[in-house]
């Protein structure tokens, strides 16, 4: 099923991340992760594509088939367009069709200071516009409640935004977040650029110290006080740290859902422990949603 139909079906969409292990690894490190997180029902699960363009692109392929394929649930192919050819970009995507993968988050990628070594993209409204001739594609954006970390500040984002939203993209993810007030401000001013298609909000549960470092610097997300003050209390105590922020990540959940949002997609980390408390905490309430007549 396109992504895009569970919109229209659903009041409520809830999804997972997860990611191809490194190349060093073998890819059937994850298969596990994959089975246990399929028992839990997502409407879709969406599988990373490698950094900067690179590593495990026929990874995220095989992923995504195994998830469609094997599990039956719905699976959603990132790409990334810098460092690549259209006739890269044209491969991969033949590749997903004949494994039955329609759904794309269609991306740009991180520049991370390095030269783009892609003459064809620059920005990922370019990937979207060559994929949405492509035909009977769903397509996925990023978006970024805070800004994207490139931008000068939200509202120039937000117009470029819509530049993707204009160039095809059926829906829009979010950037993980921690305050939710910044996600409704953004809500408000996407809609008021008419910004119209679904968006759901990108949650990651913080279950170790590392994690909060490496999130904040790379995301620049905003971290609330009662965040921090959390964090900092269970910082030398694994057990109490992931409790504290799977708890932080279901009251984010609970506001979120009851305030009316369009879906939530909960970065995993690969974790299925995490995942399942998580989704453990909030069935009933998005149950509960999606019983409501559309
Ligand atoms: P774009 O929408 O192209 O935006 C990039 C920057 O350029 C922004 O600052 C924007 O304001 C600016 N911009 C856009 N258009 C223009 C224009 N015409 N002129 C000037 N400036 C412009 N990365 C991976 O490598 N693999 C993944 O699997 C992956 N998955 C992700 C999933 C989600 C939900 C999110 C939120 C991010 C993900 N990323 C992933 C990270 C993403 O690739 C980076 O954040 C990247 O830097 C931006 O990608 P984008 O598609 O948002 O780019």
Do not use: W
């Amino acid at each position: 099923m396109l992504i895009k139909d569970l919109f229209k079906q659903k009041r409520m969409v809830f999804s997972f991340e997860i990611f191809p292990p490194k190349l060093t690894s073998p890819i059937e490190t994850v298969y596990k992760t994959i089975e246990e997180l399929a028992v839990l029902n997502p409407d879709y699960i969406s599988v990373t594509y490698g950094a900067g363009g690179s590593v495990n692109n026929n990874r995220t392929c095989e992923l995504s088939s195994l998830v469609k394929n094997k599990y039956g649930i719905e699976a959603l192919a990132h790409l990334t367009c810098i460092n690549s050819s259209e006739d890269k970009i044209n491969k991969i995507v033949e590749n997903l069709n004949k494994n039955n993968i329609k759904n794309i988050l269609a991306l740009r990628g991180d520049v991370n200071g390095e030269e783009n070594g892609s003459d064809r993209y620059n920005y990922a409204f370019e990937l979207i516009k060559h994929l949405r001739d492509k035909g009977n594609l769903c397509l996925g954006a990023a978006c970024y409640p805070e800004g994207h970390v490139q931008s000068d500040n939200l509202d120039n984002d937000i117009l470029y935004l819509k530049n993707k939203v204009d160039a095809g993209a059926d829906f829009l993810v979010s950037q993980l977040f921690f305050d939710n007030n910044l996600y409704y401000n953004f809500l408000d001013k996407a809609a008021s650029k008419n910004i119209n298609i679904p968006i759901q909000a990108g949650i990651m549960p913080v279950t170790n110290k590392k994690q909060i470092e490496r999130i904040a610097s790379l995301s620049g997300a905003y971290l609330p006080q009662k965040f921090i003050k959390i964090m900092d209390k269970y910082e030398h105590n694994k057990e109490a740290l992931r409790d504290a922020g799977i708890a932080y990540a279901v009251e984010q959940i609970v506001d979120l859902v009851s305030s009316g949002v369009s879906g939530i997609h909960l970065y995993t980390m690969n974790n299925p422990y995490v995942a399942k408390k998580i989704t453990n905490s909030i069935e009933s309430l998005i149950n509960h949603i999606n019983e409501e007549a559309i």
